[in-house]
T-cell receptor, first 109, second 115 residues
Framework: GQSLEQPSEVTAVEGAIVQINCTYQTSGFYGLSWYQQHDGGAPTFLSY????GLEETGRFSSFLSRSDSYGYLLLQELQMKDSASYFCAVSANDYKLSFGAGTTVTVRA | DGGITQSPKYLFRKEGQNVTLSCEQN?????MYWYRQDPGQGLRLIYY???????QKGDIAEGYSVSREKKESFPLTVTSAQKNPTAFYLC??????????????FGPGTRLTVL
């Protein structure tokens, strides 16, 4: 099976940078995804890494190290609207995603 | 507009009753999924279907049943055998290809409360 660990909460001020780490254990690893979920809403896809390195999409970047079974999501220039839960998820050699428990990011003025 | 719809948004049932949650997608996706989310927790997979007339159990299938008679529809029945059915239920879909980037698209969810 798969297991993922990520911090439960992170708090930061507007304009700051936040890094959310995710470590995983899985067999048949394909890639690591990140999803954002605002309170009471649907999760939405943010990024995906299949190869080692950094992927940048606007203010958000995601990193993967396959050898370390580790990845992170970097949120830059934090805005109030970034207050949400962020989930890492691994995809293995099937069509399923296994999600972490989520990290609640609170942005303060 | 293409997307996934779930209805109703809020659902209340008495203990011991079966209840069916609706999930419809017009994205022409082959794969569909049902997740359960409890407060402060991640998403746990209940059932998934990669193609019409076929589905597999996820991590927490006990007390649930599904059907996949049409590509666009994947209803979930919460049976009286499910011991703690009160939760937020999310439906998702994804194309079977390209693999491995199986981005999933989520519906707005149904919040089920069993009284």
């Amino acid at each position: 099976g798969q297991s993922l660990e990520q911090p439960s909460e992170v708090t930061a001020v507007e304009g700051a940078i936040v890094q959310i780490n995710c470590t995983y254990q899985t067999s048949g690893f394909y890639g690591l995804s990140w999803y954002q979920q605002h309170d009471g809403g649907a999760p939405t896809f943010l990024s995906y890494n299949a190869l080692d390195g950094l992927e940048e999409t606007g203010r958000f970047s995601s990193f993967l190290s396959r050898s370390d079974s580790y990845g992170y999501l970097l949120l830059q220039e934090l805005q109030m609207k970034d207050s949400a839960s962020y989930f890492c998820a691994v995809s293995a050699n099937d069509y399923k995603l296994s999600f972490g428990a989520g990290t609640t990011v609170t942005v303060r003025a | 507009d293409g997307g996934i719809t779930q209805s109703p948004k809020y659902l209340f049932r008495k203990e011991g009753q079966n209840v069916t949650l609706s999930c419809e997608q017009n994205l022409n996706h082959d794969a569909m999924y049902w997740y359960r989310q409890d407060p402060g927790q991640g998403l746990r997979l209940i059932y998934y279907s990669q193609i019409v007339n076929d589905f597999q159990k996820g991590d927490i299938a006990e007390g649930y049943s599904v059907s996949r008679e049409k590509k666009e529809s994947f209803p979930l029945t919460v049976t009286s055998a499910q011991k703690n059915p009160t939760a937020f239920y999310l439906c998702a879909s994804s194309p079977r290809t390209p693999i491995p980037h199986n981005e999933q698209f989520f519906g707005p969810g149904t919040r089920l409360t069993v009284l």
